[in-house]
């Protein structure tokens, strides 16, 4: 359940300061007109990734078990792919993200009404559907009834409330570093929805291995365990993974974390010509 919060709090809280700064820079500006066109395109990107997320659950239902977990595996993989592209783009740009959303704003505002609301449209709802996706994988994995989803959904319900704050002046959010650490947690919990997904493959006969377990602990963590249910909703823990489901969570981890967790170089100022040189070409 924990990491379907962190998932939820993660991804909303991205969402929600994406609407804030868009909405405190029309109210800056003197665009407060302008926000009923903000507020379509921002409801529009909920809309789509809600239905999406439907079509996901309900599309899934009427499968085989075979395609239901080829399904499965296929947008676990993906969806493990987007998180980590968004992560570390995230990482990079958080301390300009809303400079790069104004200028976008600015832009729109000189076309018209239209662009406006295709600004916001896209400007949420990009993390709509990877949340969408990411979400119903990792619920999938976890495989848990609803405390999953109530862990999503509560993570989502305080990423709005945060916002709101963030946007009334009252929370003052360091976004570089909170970005930073949400995200390395966010890379553990990815690595298990990776693993689930080889997994599943291996159930679709899409991969081998499936009866070639690198362990088998669950004498000592049982799966119906307080303990080893901690374990499969924070980090998606299986006692009993495949040597292919190992292998890949492992090359998965550790090569993502360190390159995450390393420090980001700071852009080097241009030196100052000597006097007299020639200018550059």
Known sequence: MFGNFLIGL??????SLVVCILVAYLVKTGHRRRLPPLWAGVGIAVALSLA?????????????????????????????????????????????????L?????????????????TSFFAVGREGLET??????????????????????????????????FYRGALKIDLARFFRWTGAMLVVVAAGV??????????????????????DIST????????????K????????????QAGVWGLYLVP?????????RSPSAPRPRTAGAPAAE
């Open 10 to 15: 993660r991804e909303g809280l991205e969402a």
């Open 52 to 100: 999406f997320g439907a079509l996901l659950q309900f599309g899934s239902s009427s499968l085989t078990f075979q395609a239901k977990e080829a399904l499965g595996g296929t947008l676990s993989v993906l969806s493990v792919g987007l998180v980590t592209w968004m992560v570390f783009w995230m990482r990079r740009t958080a301390r300009h993200l809303k400079s790069e």
């Open 102 to 118: 104004q200028d976008k704003l600015d832009a729109a505002l000189a076309i018209g009404t239209g662009a406006l609301v295709i």
């Open 132 to 165: 969408s996706l990411f979400i119903w994988t990792a619920v999938q994995a976890t495989g848990d009834g609803v405390r999953p989803l109530i862990g999503a959904l509560l993570g989502l319900a305080t990423s709005v409330a945060l916002g709101w704050l």
């Open 194 to 215: 990776l693993a689930y997904g080889i997994h599943d493959l291996q159930e679709a006969d899409i991969l081998p291995g499936l009866h070639s377990l690198a362990f």
């Open 220 to 231: 000592t963590i049982a799966p119906d365990s307080w303990y080893g249910t901690l374990l």
């Open 233 to 244: 909703g924070v980090f998606n823990f299986q006692p009993d993974p495949t040597v292919l």
């Open 256 to 264: 993502v974390m360190a390159l995450f967790l390393l420090p980001q």
